[in-house]
T-cell receptor, first 116, second 114 residues
Framework: AQKITQTQPGMFVQEKEAVTLDCTYD???????LFWYKQPSSGEMIFLIY??????QNATEGRYSLNFQKARKSANLVISASQLGDSAMYFC?????????????FGKGTKLSVKP | DTGVSQDPRHKITKRGQNVTFRCDPI?????LYWYRQTLGQGPEFLTY????????KSRLLSDRFSAERPKGSFSTLEIQRTEQGDSAMYLC????????????FGPGTRLTVT
């Protein structure tokens, strides 16, 4: 069964600095995708970035990038130049069956606080 | 451009009452998902639809829970005989159903059972 582990319940970062949020996963599927979502205090889940297991290059989306290490089953999110608005919960997720058919399995999340 | 909408945003009910939530997905999306999120946890899958067909249900979805998507557009999630343990945020998401694409989430319905 798929599993996501996020070992950092909370993280602090100074505004304008970079921060790395950890995510490890467990899957027996040969191909899969990894997703990161942001959840501000308002509650809505906002998609940030995606990486397919066969993608050769690490994904980047603006200030977000993935440090994807397939052999270590690790997909850490890097946020560069942190902003106050980045303060939120961050969740890593993997499809439940490794394929495209259904639901996502989420980790417990990391609460990021950006200090001015 | 309209995203996923959910109604109501908040619901307070007494134990034993029935409640129904509605989700309107992004119009061209044929997949619709329901998740439940309790405090300090990530969302947990409840069920999902491909058009009007309910393709999968989680073990979390007891027989007090029922979901429908009658015309393949909006969906409803009903909880009968609510219990205090049902208090949670109920999230709806939709996707186009093409490969590994992201799911777009609504703002959620926060249920409090007193």
């Amino acid at each position: 069964a798929q599993k996501i582990t996020q070992t950092q319940p909370g993280m602090f970062v100074q505004e304008k600095e970079a921060v790395t949020l950890d995510c490890t996963y467990d899957t027996s599927d040969p191909s899969y995708g990894l997703f990161w979502y942001k959840q501000p205090s308002s509650g809505e889940m906002i998609f940030l970035i995606y990486q397919g297991s066969y993608d050769q290059q690490n994904a980047t989306e603006g200030r977000y990038s993935l440090n994807f290490q397939k052999a270590r089953k690790s997909a850490n999110l890097v946020i560069s130049a942190s902003q106050l608005g980045d303060s939120a919960m961050y969740f890593c997720a993997i499809p439940a069956d490794g394929g495209s058919q259904g639901n996502l399995i989420f980790g417990k999340g990391t609460k990021l606080s950006v200090k001015p | 451009d309209t995203g996923v909408s959910q109604d109501p945003r908040h619901k307070i009910t007494k134990r034993g009452q029935n409640v129904t939530f509605r989700c309107d997905p992004i119009s061209e999306h044929n997949r619709l998902y329901w998740y439940r999120q309790t405090l300090g946890q990530g969302p947990e899958f409840l069920t999902y639809f491909q058009n009007e067909a309910q393709l999968e249900k989680s073990r979390l979805l007891s027989d007090r829970f029922s979901a429908e998507r009658p015309k393949g557009s909006f969906s409803t999630l009903e909880i009968q005989r609510t219990e205090q343990g049902d208090s949670a945020m109920y999230l709806c998401a939709s996707s186009s159903g093409q490969g590994w694409e992201e799911q777009y989430f609504g703002p959620g319905t926060r249920l409090t059972v007193t």
